[in-house]
């Protein structure tokens, strides 16, 4: 490829077997489900091969490679969008696109790809001809993905001559030209950028613009980002691209609690504490004639809900005509979706109540989990808001306390802070204002009553105390 060297790959010695196409399907499943297991094993084992070994080098180079659940879960996802649910409908899908894979790693989206295809009836003579770029900078990782592949072909008689290996930055590649569409897919490197090399403040946006222009109009992209692609001010004409380009958008989203879509992130840590803790989008961007956009809540499960949880589809909700702010929301619900809609035309958001000179302060902590804590107190760790009369206080500590706020900050926020700009910016809608009139004698009987509901943790060796309303206050949905 014209610009990009090619990978000088070790020569394997796997001599052919007499198996050749006459592999059954139920064989060529089992063995695509056998070398996935042993993919994913390296997966962890390449995100320190070219450093040294250290968990400061591996961070550095961005490694969060995709756990195999994942994987196939990114798959069934994308061929759902796609509506391919047969064989015939799979055989197109890989004889009408070329295939980019930017950050193979140990090829483990390439490998879930082919057991998808399997598992459609799609047989190795098939596959075999699948036209895919195999890009990563590290030459261990193509050699390894070069002998898996063989290891197909010795098993099935079937050769992958379209397969090219590019030992290269993706974010150098110069592809030839195709009639062909092109996809992209990948889980690219999450490293903070040098100000100086790129107007993007983490290079998977630049993998994500480059993904866009190799892809084109015609073309498609499924990677698995950071899910501030989703709401970060630095990524806003990233996503202003992709509306202007008219692309069908789907994006599930992922929070690290209690379980993390990457299982290890920072494989040779044995303490959890400093496991990954990424919260994660999976973007798919569909060629069409019209930008529309589905989204799915920022989802949460635990351990033991693992495999049910990726095993099933995540679920959208409509965010096409989501105009609150420039971001692509987390939708938590319909009932949120109503609520928003009806929010559109709000005379008032919670900022038009505050007061520098208020006498009633309500303190916010400005992080949150399962949910909004209030404080008794100013804090390092806490948002003051001032209101000038006592009735806007309680509202506003209606607001905050109610699974409405909770709905509306998942949909908004990052799953874990709490800003200003979150608690300021909410919208009230005038169908709330009376439910929030009427609400003021039970928030006044619940703040007297708070010790009821104190919480408290351990954080930096000091003991902070919060208030816990979110079992107890009334819903503010209509």
Sequence with gaps: MEGNSACRLKQVSNPKTNISQGVSNSEWVKKLGELLVNVEQAEQELSYE???GSEAARKLTGSYYTPLDVARHFWNEHFSSRKITSSAKAHEFISGNV??????????????LIEKLACLGVGPKSVAQININVVDINAGAL????S?????????GCKFESVKYINSDFLKLKLPSTDLPIMVFGNPPFVKNDQLISVWSNS???????????AGVDGAVQLILPLSINFGRNYSALRENIRRRQYEVRISSFDNIPDTLFKSGKPMHTNSNKANSQRCSIICLLPSD??????????RWSRKERTEFLNRSVGYFEGTTYSLDDQFPRIQSDRIVRYLKAAECASERVSDWISQSGEHSLFISNVARNFIGIRDGKSGSSH????????????????????????????VGDGFHVTKANLMGFPVAKSLSDRL???QPIAEYYWRAKEKFAKTKKNAGKSVKSFDFSGEMPTLYE
Excluded at 290 to 299: A, E, G, I, K, M
Aim: no cysteine; net charge negative; aromatic share 20%.
């Design 143 to 146: 050699n390894f993905i070069y």
């Design 204 to 214: 998977f946006a630049d993998f994500l613009e480059a993904s866009i222009e190799i």
């Design 99 to 112: 295939f980019v894979e930017p950050s193979a790693g140990s090829g483990i989206l390439i490998f879930s």
């Design 148 to 156: 898996k592949l063989n290891e197909l072909e010795d098993f099935s």
């Design 384 to 411: 003051e808001l001032k209101f000038e009369t006592r009735s806007r206080f309680l509202a506003a500590f209606l607001i905050f306390s109610s699974d409405l706020y909770f709905d509306y900050w998942l949909t």
């Design 437 to 439: 009139e009427a609400g």
């Design 50 to 52: 070219t450093t040294d």
């Design 290 to 299: 019209s930008y529309s956009l589905s989204v799915s809540p920022l989802h």
